[in-house]
């Protein structure tokens, strides 16, 4: 995720970090050389049939709805994203606090490293990437699934429960933070395995495509040699609202507008480690302004 202070003026125009633009150039490029080449024949070959300003008008708006539409559906999965892993930092804090209020000391340190575990190797599910070092500290075996380190917690407590070493309130506690975590994981998963249908980029791709193909019939009377330059404005704001719907739709990516969940892992792990008397690591700093 791209982060740090924003930029104004002429830095704001030209920079290129953290842009779409790179991706859709190609496209761009495309739609100003159809434009040039329709106003040089206009000019110079023979005078087209120029089309109605009105109909681009009617076709830009249904076209905006469409983006509009699908660019809102994305930002509010990349914003749910966000929401429920927050909500995985602070179930994490509050879990720490109850193991340390409800289980034997024994079996604290135990806890804390199986929900690192467990936050790791989440983080890599989602990023659909092997296990990596981070989670290894954590969790020894070569592959394993987030979940598994959630089951050893609950089978744990059931252990203590059954031999009178937890009583049942703070079994009980414990589950239901387990449920809540559970929940959490559910949420992201649903996110991370059910992109936004296919139908609509295939549709919104298309009409984007054809709208600035036949842009410049209709304003190559009124703009003239302008025409390829306004053209290649449409298409940069078209084009560009398509990418951006992209990269949002999968939050949990490694893409510079992606979610930083290695960073968010160790703030949980700059919360949790203290309590087992170990040494927080430094907070993950931004790489030339991107957070990963």
Same mark, same amino acid.
């Given at each position: 995720?791209?982060?740090?202070?924003?930029?104004? =003026?002429?830095?704001?125009?030209?920079?290129?970090?953290?842009?779409?633009? &790179? *991706?859709?150039?190609?496209?761009?490029?495309?739609?100003?050389?159809? %434009? !040039?080449?329709?106003? +040089?024949?206009?000019?110079?070959?023979? /005078?087209?049939?120029? /089309?109605?300003?009105?109909? $681009?008008?009617?076709?830009?708006?249904?076209l905006s709805l469409f983006l509009?539409?699908?660019?809102?559906?994305?930002?509010?999965?990349?914003?749910?994203?966000?929401?429920? +892993? =927050?909500?995985?930092?602070?179930?994490?804090? %509050?879990?720490?606090?109850?193991?340390?209020?409800?289980? &034997?000391?024994?079996?604290?340190?135990?806890?804390?490293?199986?929900?690192?575990?467990?936050?790791?190797?989440?983080?890599?599910?989602? *990023?659909?990437?092997?296990l990596d070092a981070e989670c290894?500290?954590? +969790?020894?075996?070569?592959?394993?699934?987030?979940?598994q380190a959630l089951d050893q917690?609950?089978?744990?407590?059931?252990?203590?429960?059954?031999?009178?070493?937890?009583?049942? $309130? =703070? /079994?009980?506690? #414990? @589950?239901?933070?387990? /449920?809540?975590?559970?929940? !959490?994981?559910?949420?992201?998963?649903?996110?991370? @395995?059910?992109?936004?249908?296919?139908?609509?980029?295939?549709?919104?791709? *298309?009409?984007?495509?054809?709208?600035?193909?036949?842009?410049?019939?209709?304003?190559?009377?009124?703009?003239? +040699?302008?025409?390829?330059?306004?053209? =290649?404005?449409? %298409?940069?704001?078209?084009?560009?609202?398509?990418?951006?719907?992209?990269?949002?739709?999968? &939050?949990?990516?490694?893409?510079?507008?992606?979610? &930083? #969940?290695?960073?968010?892992?160790?703030?949980?792990?700059?919360?949790?480690?203290?309590?087992?008397?170990?040494?927080?690591? %430094?907070?993950?700093?931004?790489?030339?302004?991107?957070?990963?």
């Amino acid at each position: 995720m791209i982060v740090g202070k924003p930029k104004h =003026g002429l830095a704001l125009i030209f920079t290129l970090h953290g842009s779409v633009l &790179p *991706r859709i150039l190609p496209r761009i490029a495309l739609v100003v050389a159809v %434009a !040039a080449l329709i106003t +040089w024949f206009d000019s110079h070959i023979f /005078a087209l049939q120029h /089309a109605s300003a009105t109909a $681009f008008t009617a076709f830009g708006v249904a076209l905006s709805l469409f983006l509009g539409f699908r660019n809102n559906a994305a930002y509010e999965r990349w914003w749910e994203g966000r929401k429920l +892993w =927050g909500q995985l930092i602070a179930d994490a804090r %509050a879990y720490a606090r109850e193991c340390r209020i409800y289980l &034997p000391e024994s079996d604290h340190t135990t806890a804390l490293k199986l929900f690192l575990a467990f936050i790791h190797m989440h983080r890599c599910n989602l *990023r659909q990437i092997p296990l990596d070092a981070e989670c290894h500290t954590y +969790w020894p075996q070569e592959s394993g699934q987030a979940t598994q380190a959630l089951d050893q917690i609950a089978g744990r407590i059931a252990q203590l429960r059954t031999s009178e070493q937890l009583d049942g $309130f =703070g /079994a009980r506690v #414990l @589950s239901e933070r387990l /449920a809540t975590i559970g929940l !959490a994981q559910a949420g992201c998963e649903r996110i991370a @395995s059910t992109p936004l249908p296919f139908v609509y980029s295939l549709l919104v791709y *298309r009409t984007a495509i054809l709208y600035c193909l036949l842009l410049p019939l209709g304003l190559v009377e009124s703009a003239g +040699w302008m025409t390829p330059v306004f053209a =290649g404005v449409v %298409a940069y704001v078209f084009f560009g609202l398509s990418e951006v719907t992209e990269e949002l739709e999968n &939050p949990f990516g490694t893409s510079l507008n992606g979610l &930083p #969940l290695d960073a968010m892992c160790r703030t949980i792990e700059r919360d949790l480690l203290p309590q087992i008397g170990q040494e927080p690591p %430094a907070p993950h700093a931004p790489i030339d302004g991107y957070l990963s």
